[in-house]
């Protein structure tokens, strides 16, 4: 498989918000007529995950917040107006100074961003919300799961996690096979990009599918309480939103 970090690196530089959603409206292109539609669909997000946990699970404070993998600031940013204080993490310093730039032009003045590293080295928590979303698929199992380990440790006693994670790519068997070629023969993903017209060096977007039973038994060791479970398909990659409080 190819450096995941150095990917993310890459779109840092090259397509920063595409990289986070991958559509033709996120382009570098087009992203000046289309950034509050970039954005507005964070600040939905943020805002369903957080009622949606106060509906289950009842009131929880709002110190501090942790966006793992937050890019250029599309979470981390309405978070700060819900939260007194939140770090964002991020392996790509490119996506890191466009989220600063992004906060700084909407006068966010609690936002606090930083380099990730497996350890979150350099996160203050304990945090009362943590939160990742479209991230960990991009990440190899072995290494994400270890992450997510931390991201547990990280969250507050009576503190709730918001979790996104890939769970399956029940395509179908060709779509199988053309991934696997991608990902492990040199030069079949260059030929894609140059079938489909994009850069040929543009990276490979990684989709790695979750053991969901492996991360279920992490929450628990963690002391966790009940998770709630949102799964959606999108006709080529099976995802569940996991929401859970620890105890």
């Known amino acids: 498989m190819a450096n995941s970090d150095q990917d993310w690196r890459d779109w840092g530089e090259t397509e920063p918000y595409f990289g986070v959603l991958s559509d033709e409206r996120f382009q570098m292109a087009s992203i000046a007529d289309n950034r ?29 917040a942790l966006d793992f993998g937050c890019g250029v600031g599309r979470l981390s940013i309405p978070l700060a107006a819900q939260f007194g204080a939140v ?21 966010v003045g609690n936002l606090d961003l930083a380099l990730s590293d497996d350890a979150l080295s350099r996160a203050q928590g304990p945090y009362d919300f943590v939160m ?18 931390r991201l547990l440790e990280l969250t507050a006693s009576g503190g ?4 996104q994670i890939c769970v399956g790519r029940p395509g179908s068997r060709a779509a199988r ?11 079949v993903h260059i030929v894609f990009n140059l079938v489909r017209g994009r850069r040929l060096r ?26 709630l479970f949102d799964h959606h398909f999108d006709g080529r990659f099976a995802t569940v939103h996991i929401l859970t409080r620890r105890r």
Request: net charge negative.
């Open 202 to 227: 543009e990276p490979l977007m990684q989709m790695n599918p979750y053991p969901l039973n492996d991360v279920i038994a992490l929450v628990k060791a963690a002391d966790f309480g009940p998770c």
């Open 160 to 163: 709730v996690l918001s979790l």
């Open 132 to 149: 990742s979303a479209l991230v960990l698929q991009h990440i190899p199992v072995r290494r994400g799961l270890g992450i997510l380990a």
């Open 36 to 64: 509050d539609a970039f954005f507005t669909l964070g600040q939905a997000t943020v805002e369903e995950r957080l009622a949606t946990a106060e509906r289950h699970f009842g009131a929880f404070a709002r110190g501090s």
């Open 177 to 187: 096979l053309r991934y696997w070629a991608q990902c492990h023969v040199p030069g």
């Open 87 to 107: 770090q964002g993490l991020d392996i790509a310093p490119a996506m890191l100074a466009e989220a600063r730039a992004n906060a700084d032009a909407l006068a």
